[in-house]
């Protein structure tokens, strides 16, 4: 049985609940909560009726994907359960009607660096990051929203969360104005559609901060737009100068000369 299906068992007891929703997001309606039960840690999001519309069609665009896989093997997805909160008394105290979203806690996958010391050990992590981009991508559809701490680790496998702006490419309406500046591909900055194209270029952008153990910093908008499509340059440190080839596939700014999948861009990682 697993961590989740096993969570509402007749010992279900869960303590330490805490609210993790920022200010802004709370005062849309967005409730995240961690809390535990027996020895393990979960999450618990849902969202408010009736208080802001793109935000609720958000998380339930993320529901309706994790109800569609729900009785798929499908590798890159935490286990997960979505439950219907009138059939749940003990989360009554926190919302009466409506449903949520459970998933167990995991780790950040790209921890800090200083505990890969062998360049193997990195390699396969980052194929391991690609090889999970790259399952989600064969199902059809683009992620639209993949920041580092979308990228989770659970039993030492690579997983994806926070699916609120996924969609299926070939139904595409979504562009670069609700995605997250710092990792905006610069063909969203000109309002071009979100692609596999611009998640690779977001992907670029975390690999490149894990590598270089640095963050990216810009102020405004118009600044982001500045440094993705024309400051920035990629440097390296010289223990990683082997992954050079593989930030500069996924990290060109022009479209047509980025690489074209997560499949290149493992092929491009292992010549390395």
């Known amino acids: 049985m697993s961590i989740i299906t096993s ?7 869960p303590t330490e609940l805490t609210l993790k929703t920022k200010n802004k997001s709370y005062e849309f309606g967005r409730r995240l909560y961690t809390f535990k039960n027996a020895e393990q840690r979960y999450w618990l999001k849902y969202h408010l009726a009736d ?14 994907f994790y109800k569609q896989s729900e009785n798929r093997e499908i590798s890159f997805l935490l286990p997960h359960q979505t439950i219907q909160f009138q059939e749940h008394i003990i989360f009554q105290d926190l919302i009466k009607k409506g449903e949520g979203l459970l998933l167990p806690d995991s780790e950040d996958f790209f921890a800090d660096l200083s505990a890969y010391q062998e360049i193997d050990v990195i390699q396969q992590k980052i194929l391991s990051a690609l ?3 790259q399952s989600f991508h064969q199902l059809g559809w683009v992620h639209g929203d ?3 701490e979308h990228f989770r680790c659970l039993e030492n496998t690579c997983r994806l969360i926070d699916l609120e702006q996924s969609f299926v490419q070939m139904n595409n309406t979504q562009t ?10 610069p063909e969203l900055f000109h309002g071009k559609a979100k692609t596999v194209q611009s998640d690779l270029y977001a992907f670029g952008i975390i690999l490149y901060e894990w590598l270089t153990q640095s963050r990216l910093t810009a102020k405004t908008y118009q600044d982001w737009a ?3 499509c024309q400051q920035f340059q990629i440097q390296l440190p010289d223990r990683f ?6 930030l500069d596939a996924l990290l060109k700014k ?3 000369l980025r690489v074209p999948s997560a499949q290149d861009a493992i092929d491009t990682l292992k010549i390395a």
């Open 254 to 256: 022009q479209v047509a």
């Open 226 to 228: 500045m440094l993705h």
């Open 176 to 185: 670069g104005l609700n995605a997250t500046p710092h990792y905006m591909a």
């Open 146 to 148: 993949l920041k580092t």
């Open 7 to 13: 969570i509402f068992d007749h010992n279900f007891q």
């Open 51 to 64: 208080t802001h519309s793109v935000l609720e069609q958000s998380f339930q665009n993320e529901l309706n």
């Open 241 to 246: 100068k082997q992954f050079l080839p593989l």
């Open 131 to 133: 090889s999970t981009l």
